[in-house]
């Protein structure tokens, strides 16, 4: 016996568990990599799109403040509701408007257009419960809409997309994912 060289059954075992526990742990790891990076990039795509609102909005100016007359042209308090949203921040705009034989002009085709996009980009979007989450307003606070005696140039953006539960960088168990965002215009 005491020529006998090699392993033994049991550092086998023992050198098969520790191998397993290992390759279980880098697919873990792997798996949540592929989930962070889905939640960046879903993340990235809702920045780029409250951006392109945002210019939107600023190149349409007239429609979304109100015009003192004594300001000639300048323009300072925005309206508690515009051609895009409602005072309670719902949108006023569907994405089955958006043309795609013609460039949007106004403000409002622009905004059917950019709806279009948000349901096309962001997982879930087109969902009722994902669109209640979705928001357009003047607003003091952040999560509240102003309402009718608001006066400013600050807006609050709130878009929404669908992931699976835990998914989501601000930490909500939920399967709503949020980007929201204040902006002056």
């Known amino acids: 016996m005491e020529r006998n060289q090699g392993f033994s059954l049991i550092e086998v075992l023992v050198t098969i568990v520790l191998i397993s526990i290992g390759v279980l742990g880098m697919l873990t790891l792997q798996s949540k990599s592929i989930q962070y990076t889905k939640e960046a990039v879903n993340r990235?795509?809702?920045?780029?799109?409250?951006?392109?609102?945002?210019e939107m909005m600023r190149v349409h100016r007239s429609d979304f403040f109100q015009q003192q007359p004594s300001s000639q042209g300048l323009y300072s308090q925005l309206k508690a509701s515009s051609v895009l949203y409602n005072g309670d921040g719902t949108l006023k705009l569907n994405a089955q408007r958006c043309s795609a034989s013609k460039i949007a002009q106004s403000a409002l085709e622009q905004g059917h257009c950019w709806l279009k996009a948000v349901e096309d980009y962001l997982p879930g979007s087109h969902e009722a419960q994902i669109k209640s989450h979705i928001k357009v307003c003047p607003s003091f606070t952040a999560g509240q809409c102003a309402g009718a005696g608001y006066q400013g140039a600050s807006l609050e953006l709130q878009l929404a997309w669908r992931a699976q539960p835990g998914e989501c960088e601000d930490g909500v168990a939920e399967s709503v994912c949020t980007y929201r965002t204040r902006v002056e215009l």
Do not use: C, F, Y
């Open 44 to 54: 990235n795509t809702a920045i780029t799109l409250a951006n392109d609102l945002v």
